[in-house]
């Protein structure tokens, strides 16, 4: 890429003026504001800084802040990503992250895994609980038909949910949440990690319903 350095550019005579802001900043495609204890407080850098986060504003440039050392970051800066270069003798990962902003590359993402196999068991989600609620609401009135019983012992369901990959945490959260809408009862004393075999509750009517309505053909 080509650089804009001040060395290369201005020769004795010239207008610093006219160099920086009419043929430097005013050309460039992106402006690397270098940030340090000695610059941030120059008022030549402070001009450059204004000039080139006007440009930015105007999205006429990618500015991209490098700070090496401890200084503070300008007001008009702090909304903006920097970079940071902890070792000035060994920059070449942060070199490369700079490399890529300035092409507007922003790397390889990891290539997605297929979808947990719980969020595609419940096609239809209930109003007002994620797909994990549904399912272990549908998976413990499955539970109740099977038995010609309300009473649940949770272990059961939670095979079945772990089985599909549901994390215990979500499922005792699941748990939770049916109990706070209605739709299941246990003790408080009871109400606790699903794979202790203590834990048992009831499905409550309302309960029942919600989950004939969306899963029990011409209920």
């Excluded at 009419?22 to 120059?42: P, Y």
């Excluded at 270069?85 to 490369?96: A, K, Q, R, S, V």
Aim: include cysteine.
């Amino acid at each position: 890429m080509d650089a804009w350095v001040d060395e290369w550019e201005i020769y004795p005579g010239d207008s610093l003026v006219q160099k920086i802001f009419e043929e430097g900043l005013m050309d460039a495609e992106a402006v690397i504001i270098v940030l340090s204890e000695h610059s941030v407080d120059k008022p030549w850098v402070r001009e450059e800084l204004d000039a080139s986060i006007i440009k930015k504003v105007e999205d006429l440039i990618t500015l991209i802040p490098v700070v090496i050392d401890e200084c503070e970051v300008p007001e008009s800066l702090r909304s903006t990503v920097w970079q940071k270069i902890e070792n000035l003798e060994e920059y070449g990962t942060e070199f490369d992250r700079i490399v890529a902003a300035i092409y507007g590359h922003r790397g390889d993402k990891l290539e997605l895994g297929p979808p947990p196999e719980y969020s595609q068991t419940a096609v239809d989600t209930l109003p007002g609980l994620t797909s994990v609620d549904t399912l272990v609401l549908k998976l413990s009135c499955q539970k109740a038909i099977e038995g010609f019983d309300y009473f649940i012992q949770a272990h059961d369901v939670w095979e079945q949910v772990d089985a599909v990959g549901v994390p215990l945490v979500e499922f005792n959260d699941s748990l939770e949440v049916l109990h706070g809408r209605g739709y299941i009862r246990t003790d408080d004393e009871t109400l606790g990690p699903a794979d202790e075999s203590p834990l048992s509750y009831t499905i409550q009517i309302r309960g029942f319903e919600e989950y004939a309505r969306a899963f029990v053909e011409n209920y």
